[in-house]
């Protein structure tokens, strides 16, 4: 078959268009973006060819495209006109997830590195496929095991159909697709859960708590409550431990290269779908050992004196981890913020928890909201500057004046959105460099 991925740059998008190709299917997309963005990397790897203009398109190609672009978009119209056959990305994505046992990894948080730890460990063990949103994936036919992060967003992830659903944790976000808050969200993900025939979920989370579950179901988590409990947890410089018991009994110690106890959690959840398919514990201990964490999440770059962190962190969950593990890791250095906040609705409805975990930062620096779907008119009494005037020693911060940064010495610099914050942290790259 032939798919037109419009929107193909997209983290989503891209690592979709990859799986197709993977699966025997011609793929050609479109972006707006001409400039090179991360995402490109499978693209080009496959000679997946992108366009930026009108081109031909045959007739018998099936177009699928991000929900960043709106319906008036002109290329969305075009391919209408062309009367050209469309179908929403999570219905492609949900197509992929009938072919193979499908491990959809879901939750506010977390999903991204679960996800790759768990097809780290079954890559290696059986061969599997994999969709991760940042921006990596790959898909042979002959594999049995798919591992898809399964995204909330528009409840997208109610179109795909797993065999095992895992549930890091749940929290209000994405408030603009859920207008009934965070009752509407526990019942979206209860419809996701239920869909599979075993759920893996962090137990610790009150809201995970509330859901009762159709299907069987494995909690993990630090409480004595759980069925997967981590215990004699030690954090340091050198990244976590802990012992693992299962059902009261001692299954094994692990040493992970990771940082933070949410990155302790979601390893619990990878244990958990990896002995339920019978892999051994040695071999689960080389595999976690081994991994190397995702794309912009917790992402290091030495510069001298200054250590940068690229951390996908959008919410004031993330926000706070990422400032914590930098504490962890770099105890004798000032922790500076650098925050891109992304939707004015977000940005609301959560300002006083943005405010909360901001001000753990040594200094914080704000850029203007960015967002592609909402009007700032929509929010007139929500931006950055309503922010700043409630967390001490914080400013605001553009590209044009990123040389504000330069005053930190011996300071890890932690640049955390879930859009492009890469701007800012490029042109003070060059200014180090200088």
Do not use: W
Not at 206 to 231: C, H, P, Q, S, W
């Amino acid at each position: 078959m032939k798919y037109y991925c419009i929107g193909i740059k997209g983290s989503g998008m891209s690592t979709l268009a990859s799986l197709l190709y993977d699966l025997g299917n011609e793929v050609t997309g479109y972006d707006d973006a001409r400039e090179y963005k991360y995402t490109m990397e499978g693209l080009n790897a496959r000679n997946i060819e992108i366009f930026y203009d009108d081109h031909d398109i045959d007739k018998d190609t099936i177009v699928t495209y991000s929900k960043a672009f709106s319906p008036e978009h002109h290329e969305i119209k075009r391919v209408k006109a062309l009367g050209l056959k469309i179908k929403e990305y999570n219905e492609v994505v949900g197509d992929i997830t009938k072919m193979f046992t499908t491990i959809g990894v879901s939750g506010t948080h977390g999903k991204t590195t679960t996800s790759l730890l768990i097809s780290n460990i079954f890559n290696n063990v059986f061969g599997c496929n994999y969709f991760v949103g940042d921006g990596s994936g790959h898909a042979a036919k002959e594999n049995k095991f798919f591992v898809i992060e399964s995204d909330e967003f528009n409840k997208h992830f109610l179109a795909y159909q797993p065999t095992v659903a895992i549930i890091t944790n749940i929290e209000l976000d994405h408030v603009e697709c859920y207008p009934n808050g965070i009752s509407e969200i526990r019942e979206t993900f209860k419809k996701f859960a239920d869909k599979a025939e075993l759920v893996i979920a962090n137990g610790d989370d009150e809201n995970v708590r509330l859901i009762n579950f159709a299907k069987r179901t494995m909690y993990y988590g630090f409480g004595e409550n759980n069925d997967i409990v981590a215990k004699n947890v030690v954090l340091n410089e050198k990244g976590s431990s802990f012992d693992c018991y299962i059902d009261g009994e001692l299954y094994g110690h692990f040493d992970i290269p990771l940082f933070g106890k949410h990155m302790i959690l979601n390893t619990l959840s990878a244990i958990a779908v990896a002995k339920e398919y019978g892999i051994d514990v040695e071999t689960i201990k080389k595999y976690i050992i081994e991994f190397k964490g995702a794309k912009r999440r917790f992402k290091e770059k030495d510069f001298r004196d200054v250590v940068i962190i690229d951390d996908y962190a959008h919410h004031p969950t993330e926000i706070d981890v990422t400032i914590s593990s930098a504490r962890q890791k770099f105890p004798t250095r000032e922790v500076v913020a650098v925050f891109l906040p992304n939707t004015y609705s977000r940005t609301e409805a959560l300002m006083d928890d943005f405010v909360r975990v901001l001000k753990k930062a040594d200094k914080t620096y704000i850029m203007d909201i960015h967002c592609d779907r909402e009007k700032q008119s929509d929010y007139p009494d929500v931006s950055s500057d309503s922010l700043i005037r409630q967390i001490p020693n914080s400013e605001k911060i553009a590209v044009e004046t990123c040389d504000k940064l330069l005053r930190h010495k011996n300071a890890v610099i932690c640049f955390m959105s879930c859009t492009n914050i890469y701007e800012i942290e490029n042109e003070f790259e060059k200014l180090l460099q200088k």
